[in-house]
């Protein structure tokens, strides 16, 4: 669990980017996947919400996920969707 309430990842040039996230106390979980659609997607257990940031404009889109159910992963699935 990431108690620093950032995401991170690394660039294709292999530097690290990291950003804030809009809520303190989010608690993003380690588990992140990269899409097809330039975003990487994590979630952030403490809230109910899956994310995603856009590598190229680091926008910050948010999901509430129903019933406090503390998402801890996600993956890309055999049908490329998220």
Known sequence: MNTANKIAYVTPAGTWASFVL???????????????????????????????????????QQWTVCCNTTPKGIAIGLDSNV
């Not at 979980?29 to 590598?55: H, L, P, Q, W």
């Open 22 to 60: 809009p809520q303190s106390n989010s608690h993003p979980f380690t588990t992140a996947c990269v899409a097809s659609d330039n975003g990487t997607y994590f979630t952030e257990m403490a809230v109910n919400k899956i994310a995603r940031i856009d590598r190229t404009t680091h926008v910050i």
